[in-house]
């Protein structure tokens, strides 16, 4: 065992009969509808959407929020804390960052998020029909490095008011730290020319932990997601280079594991710079290094430092509400 795995282990309760069973139905519901038929209905989405992915990624966004309203009605025990839909529910076009803790923050940010894509492992789009979802969200494939082919496919996504998240870490925290950030996110905001949103997610990695297949609900817990910053195209363009601007991101994103907020419950409705590759997003795929997590069956990446702000520079604002550090 990693000496990061013994800081976080004590933390994180053992398994229990009650979560064993907890995570049957979950994991029933994730597999058991899909295959019984909910791609057809994504396939259905897509036939009458206008651009086509928007239904797909609808269609996807209601699926996981299904889910969390299972969540919620089996396991009382774990509590759920995000910003005002109202906040959420209009972003679009827009870049959107967050901390990676576990393979539960992709579907969280897709059952958040109507119109989302992001980069998925290149091998998950092998599997049948599973493959074919993933291209009808307009989701990218993983390839490792920046280029023209993800760039345009993105390009395209925000084009038409879809958002792309991607978890900058490139893989999740095995101790809850921050770890480096990639360039990839922040080279496709300065790119294409779009905001970027700022998110802080915390305590997934305590109900669903890394390297775990049984999620821990039997204990309390909270689940909390933090609209830390908006950045606009133009405070995004204003920075020096991308290296300034992933600082500035990174220490928005630590402080605000410390920053105080208003505590509200909702429900949804229903230090170094890696110069390396492009960091991975989870919507619905998993990555090795440098992709995303595709629902909860899936990998991801990580890493450490918390990042320095700019000086007086005005980066963006921090809005309104959210949670407090757990």
Known sequence: MSRARKRLAPAIPPATLGDVARSAILWGYFLAVFAAGYWLVIMATVLVSRPRSAGAQRAIHGYFRVFFALVRAIAPRVTFVFPDLAEVYPIRSSIIVANHQSLLDPPLLLALLPRASTMVRADFFR??????????????????????????????????????????????????????????????????????????????????????????????????????????????????????????????????????????????PTGEIDHGGVDGGGGGGGTAEGAADVGLASGATDVDGAGAGLGETNWGTVPGGGCAAR
Do not use: K
């Open 127 to 268: 599997i049948p029909i599973f493959g074919w979802v993933l291209r009808a969200c307009g989701y990218v494939h993983a390839q490792g490095e920046e280029g023209p082919a993800w760039m345009e496919d993105f390009a395209q996504q925000l084009a038409t008011g879809g958002n792309v998240f991607l978890f900058p870490e490139g893989t999740r925290s095995r101790n809850g730290e921050l770890g480096r950030f990639r360039r990839g996110a922040f080279h496709v905001a300065r790119r294409l020319g779009v905001p970027i949103e700022v998110l802080r997610i915390d305590g997934t990695g305590r109900v669903f932990p890394p390297g775990e297949v049984v999620l821990r609900l039997s204990s309390p817990a909270s689940v909390c997601v933090r609209r830390v910053a908006h950045l606009s195209a133009e405070e995004v363009a204003a920075a020096p280079d991308t290296e300034s601007l992933i600082w500035q991101v990174q220490g928005l994103i630590a402080r605000a594991a410390t920053a105080p907020g208003p505590r509200r419950a909702a429900s949804l």
